[in-house]
């Protein structure tokens, strides 16, 4: 029988009467196992959380492990991400665990399964939601987790640590405004993604508070890829009218925006001025080397490292935590006057 029902066999007894379900179903579900149907699930997890049911220490002792969870491993600013988790984990004598699941917005269902299997001290996913699911079966067995949002603006019931998207497109564009560019062109990230939004807010904050008409035609989404910053610029730069200075959504769309600006035989910064986000190592390596906004990535980390440690000590003062970094602009070769 599974370790749950030998550690707290008459609440599990109590928990599976009031749901109609066996012993062995309870265990199951607290278990994390997959052969139970999604609607009995989600009645013994609401159940069981409205008994507060939680392990007790006589079973199996946690691993001494911090998980984080990617949709993409090999994203330019996950480094800087795994390096904050990384330095905490160190301190408290505990190793890393790094995962690749789901989309840009939730892991994917196969991972849960094995998180609570391995049941580390706590979890920090990359990601702008959770299925409610999902957040069940973690509370249930007692496992925080916190979300490194560099994507949106998660439920009010998920703690996480963001960074001032807006803040940041406001500054990248008055930048340009300053230099004495008016025709400004954005390529923010995907269109689903509240930072993209939120940047692109910032830019025009910025351009309406000038008083500098917007150009529709100098708005755009991309993907936060290069490939996403080349397609884009080659648009814009085709034009007749083409913008002198382009504010890139991040680092890697920048580069693509360096790219397309040589494809069309202009100089940057001398033709273009281009401005990336984000501030990872290749922005100060490009050529020129990116003027940009920096998210503090690592430090991000960090502190959703010591939230899920605040989270163990007292969840409930701190299960609704939203932390919120400031960015700032760093200057570098690819911006100037207009020509």
Known sequence: MDEEVEESRVTLAQVAETAGV????VSKVLNGRQDVSALTRLKVERLLELHGYRRTSRGAPEAPLIEIVFHELDAIWAMELILGVEKVAKEIGASVVLT?????????????????????????????????EFKQQLRSRSIPFVIIDPAGDPETDVPSVGSANWS???????????????????????EDMMCSLARLDGFRSAMTTAGIDIDPALIAFGDFHVEGGYEQAMRMLGGPDRPTAIFAGSDLQAI?????????????????????????????????????????LRRMAEEACRMILRLRAAPATTSTTRMELATSLVIRRSTAPPS
């Open 22 to 25: 066996s012993i062995s179903t």
């Open 100 to 132: 690749e699941s789901g989309t840009r917005h939730s892991p994917g269902t196969e991972w849960i399964e094995g998180v609570l299997r391995r049941r580390p001290l706590g979890v920090v996913l990359v990601f702008s939601a959770l299925p409610h």
């Open 168 to 190: 940041g497109g406001l500054a990248a564009t008055r930048h340009l405004i300053e230099l004495g560019h008016r025709r400004v062109g954005i390529i923010t990230g995907p």
């Open 256 to 296: 693509g925006v360096l790219e397309a600006a040589g494809a069309h035989g202009l100089r940057t910064p001398a033709d273009l001025s281009v401005v990336g986000y984000d501030d990872v190592a290749v922005a100060q390596w490009s050529r020129p080397a990116l003027t940009t906004v920096r998210q503090p």
